[in-house]
């Protein structure tokens, strides 16, 4: 594979060449008009574009692709932009082109019988659940950012979310992609099989993939039945502990009814509440720590709520639950369920935060947290870890903002350091320092550590097989 340094600058002659596959109108060369696709949310990664195209078809994708591999051009491929790990945006070399896909937003079909959909890559997340649920059925990927982020982002980064427990990872809900390849080349595999064992199964290679093998333009996605009952419980812990203990007695009674099992520090809680409008504490009494928990079932409501009632009756009369309270209505469970996915957001105003994406065995959560809060507390004293997310599935958030007072600046230019004293840990449980973000260019360089020699060598070779010119996200992942 070439270095990105054989790559070339787009003169403004091939910016013309360019722009005229996609109409003067969408090819944006302005600086206010191209912030919007060269910065990402958490501001870490400023970038900087000669270009930014939005196609409206595979054709034009496809044409685009066939013109930056003939010319040696950068592409930087970019659906909602919500990626937390730099893998979105160009770099500040000003000249790598940005390919948004956020024209190609249509459905193009919906097989309610067949239980599959098929949406393009720039179709909104919250469209792509509002399109199943018109039609009866299910699309179960849920995340804070479902009404921004783009299906073909989803895709690229295996997101994960809030359903994993009971639907896996995007990589689970994909029947069939369609790809364009490095050289233009277009990929037809939008199969809606649920079986089909002839050969290698590519698509699998571009979900997780973060745009560095082909670009994803349309998928075939797998819908549910929708549950006809459900209901949801805030409830309050005193440890990770206890909140384990309840995830075993909850999935013990659930079974594959329990969709939902999120834990939350009161700090994390704490903030959501002083800096999110609208929010209130559904409980009396604090908590040093919550779960939400959300029963799904294919009778009623009455028969989620009685499948949860159980479940925190046991957990009181074993004195795991504290306290609990119960959504009354769809509002309610909106409103816990905001609580949340708030809590990203809630942290911005709190000063500098050093964010790790983790996951270790679901057994393992308590220790791993008892652990981590304790390194990092002796690392930097005052500081504030706020680790939340997917007990269920063993992916943990172990943010941690700075002590109140703190300068900003200084406490994040210790984020590689803190980021190896808690990846060190997380190795040591033999789990993941991604578990659902990606690499990006924020964990590019980490991810030697963690795969291994060989590994690292097959994945350049599938690299270069599929991009040998290496325009696609050059600097990112490898």
């Known amino acids: 594979m070439s270095s990105t340094s054989a790559l070339t600058r787009p003169t403004p002659e091939l910016i013309e060449r360019f722009a005229a596959i996609v109409g003067p109108r969408h090819a944006l060369t302005d600086a206010e008009a191209t912030l919007p696709y060269r910065t990402e949310w958490r501001d870490r990664f400023p970038g900087a574009t000669p270009l930014v195209l939005r196609p409206e078809s595979t054709a034009e994708v496809a044409a685009i692709l066939a013109l930056a ?138 979900i997780g993939g973060e745009g560095t093998l082909g670009v994803v333009t349309a998928a075939v996605l797998k819908l549910y039945p929708r549950p006809r009952g459900q209901a949801v419980a805030f409830a309050a812990v005193e440890s990770p502990a206890a909140a384990l203990s309840l995830f075993t007695e909850a999935r013990a009674r659930a079974g594959h009814d329990l969709t939902g099992f999120e834990l939350m520090p009161r700090i994390g809680l704490q903030m959501v509440l002083d800096h999110l409008p609208g929010t209130r504490d559904p409980l009396a009494e604090t908590s040093p720590w919550y779960v939400l928990i959300e029963i799904a079932s294919g009778h009623s409501d009455e028969a989620a709520a009685a499948t949860l009632e159980d479940v925190l009756g046991t957990a009181f009369e074993a004195g795991t639950v504290i306290d609990a309270a119960i959504a009354q209505s769809i509002a309610d469970r909106k409103a816990f369920w905001h609580l949340r996915h708030g809590m990203s957001e809630a942290q911005k105003p709190e000063g500098g935060s050093i964010k790790h994406d983790v996951s270790v065995p679901v057994a393992r959560v308590p220790e791993f947290l008892d652990e981590a809060i304790a390194a990092v507390a002796a690392m930097v004293p005052g500081c504030r870890p706020v680790p939340f997310g997917h007990l269920g599935d063993g992916n943990i958030h172990f943010n941690v903002s700075q002590p109140l007072g703190a300068d900003k600046a200084a406490f994040l230019a210790r984020w590689e350091e803190m980021n190896g004293l808690v990846h060190g840990i997380v190795a040591s449980y033999r789990g993941s320092i991604s578990a659902e973000h990606g690499i990006g260019r924020l964990k590019r360089d980490l991810l030697p550590g963690v795969k291994g020699p060989v590994a690292m060598d097959m994945m350049r070779a599938i690299k270069a097989a599929f991009d040998p010119n290496g325009i696609l996200n050059p600097g990112k992942m490898l």
């Not at 469209?127 to 690229?156: K, Y």
């Open 69 to 206: 591999n003939e010319a040696r051009c950068a592409i930087v491929p970019q659906s909602g932009n919500t990626g937390l790990v730099g893998g979105q945006v160009p770099d500040q070399s000003d000249t790598e082109i940005v390919l948004s896909l956020d024209r190609m937003t249509r459905i193009r079909d919906v097989d309610a019988e067949g239980y599959t959909m098929t949406a393009e890559a720039g179709a909104i997340l919250a469209d792509v659940q509002a399109a199943a649920e018109e039609a009866g059925r299910l699309f179960p990927l849920s995340l804070g950012a479902e009404g921004s982020c783009r299906i073909g982002g989803n895709i690229s980064s295996n997101a994960g979310g809030t359903a994993v427990l009971a639907y896996g990872n995007t990589r689970d809900l994909v029947l069939g992609l369609e790809v364009v390849l490095a050289d233009g080349r277009i990929w037809e595999g939008l199969t809606g099989l649920r079986k089909d064992n002839t050969g290698y199964d590519l698509k699998q290679l571009f």
